[in-house]
């Protein structure tokens, strides 16, 4: 009996023993959700008279912590002198900053943590904490306070560093080289308080980024006007709108190539003024494709045959581009194709497509049926130009059936290529099936151009029209809808939104919503007033 209890009792005495004497952090449990919550600091936060040698800063939290990202997160306002930067390191529960060298008379300093300080487990940062002090009598109080929003949209914008440059010694590269004196992060409703800032002048700006502190070209970004004195009586107010910078200059080349027999392609940043040519002997005609993030393509169709040269001139403001093609080997045409735009309404044009340039339509092989019965389109347009597509209106009928048979070779492309029979149908909804706004605009003065959208709830155009007078504006044929009246002020009258350039000190165009939202319901005729100036003053 004795020789049995020894075998089991001693292999569970020493497993006692073990976990005993090994102590470790439990696993599992709940995900801890909180990050740490400041407790103390010696000396005090926001303390006085503080030693210019040989102090020691001790700041207390209610729990284990550790520093993260330091050297990016971590910015000293303003940075004290000496070549040693201080030690900043995290002990247990406590984060521990020491000076090894002497810092300024009268001058109040702040240690902005960024989101350096997390717990242990879930690395939850405390956000934007800062521990301020001044070496003199009295701690510096000015302020700023502002908002950020989206320039486009104009949403709110969290989390964007807004950042302070010391004005006497600022140059065009400190923004890329150096850290901010100082800074802060926006809220959830894009609002941001710098406190604790002296009397000085400084640059400001804004710019979304994680990580590195430093300003990098590419990030989206928000602009003041600068300087900015810190000391006056106005330190509220200073907004701005937040927008992401053009990738490349204006009407630049990105890429070309050859996509087929006879078919070249081109794509271009905001082809503004590019203006596309070639000498060739033979026809050629352009087609636009409208792309993402401001490139649009470009392709120019034209028969040339397998062994010949082709030269393409892109000609700008301030470039030319010359492009020599060389076909080396046997390439297909691009394929024929016939593709359909149906009407939105009963007003609206119904547009048909094709994929490559049409040479000659035989108009007597299109057959138009309204329902049952043949019909005859009200007008029709070629697109003489580029031969790119054909135009149909018409009074269309509410609660019919349109169709529009395209019989077999009833289209011949530029390369000999012929259609197969397509049959194109639509149906057309009943008049009260729709919602018809009329909208009475009244400008600051006749000349200056705006654009007129209509937004729904996620900001998608419904539908827009450019303005350059006080007049009355219909949109008829709307499906119903809730939506908002958007104004864009077109300065340079491009038609569309340009963002800003902060190299050149341009600031992104403005934009202003009707503050009343628009039901459009079906079946129904709804009537509003805008003056624009009374809304451009409002938002000043």
Known sequence: MLLSFNKYFIPIFLFIVASCAQQVAPSGGPKDENYPVFNDAKPSNKSVKFPIKGQKIN???DEFVRLKDATQQIVISPPPPGEKA???????????????????RNTTYTINFGNSIT?????????????????????????????????FTLKPEKNVIVALYEYANFNDTTIYNKKPSYFIRTKEDGTFSIENIPVSSFFMLAYKKEGDLKFSKGYELAMFKNPIKIGG???????????????YRKNKLISNEVKAQGKYAMSIYKPEQSKIS????????????????????FYIYTNVKEKDSFNITIENPDTTYLLQYKLKKKLKNPAFEIQNINPSNLDDTLIIKFSVPYKTIFTDSIIYKEDTNLLKPSYVAFDEKNHQFIKYWHKWKENTNYT?????????????????GTNISFNTKSTKD????????SLIADGQEYILQLVDKDDKVVKEKIITKSSEVNFNGLDPVECRIKIIQDKNRNGIWDNGNL????????????????????YWDLEQSININSLINSKE
Not at 88 to 102: A, P, R, S, T
């Open 278 to 297: 070639t000498k060739s002997k033979n026809p050629y005609y352009i087609f636009k494709e409208k792309g993402y993030d401001n490139t649009d393509t």
């Open 86 to 104: 201080p030690t900043i390191q995290e002990n247990g529960k406590n984060i521990e900053v020491i000076f090894n060298e002497g810092l300024e």
């Open 119 to 151: 717990d242990i487990h879930e690395e939850m940062a405390v956000p934007d904490f800062k521990y301020v002090f001044s070496t003199g009598e009295n701690l510096d109080t000015n302020y700023i306070k502002g908002k950020i929003l989206n320039a």
């Open 59 to 61: 700041i207390k939290f």
């Open 434 to 441: 729709f919602a018809n706004l009329l909208i009475n605009v």
């Open 233 to 247: 009586n106005i330190n509220e107010g200073y907004d701005s709108y937040l927008f992401k910078p053009d990738t």
């Open 503 to 522: 190299e050149e000190n341009i600031f992104p165009e403005k934009v202003y919503y009707y503050p009343e939202s628009l039901v459009l319901r079906a």
């Open 404 to 420: 529009f048979l395209f019989k077999d070779s009833s289209i011949i492309d530029i390369y000999g290529q012929i259609n197969r």
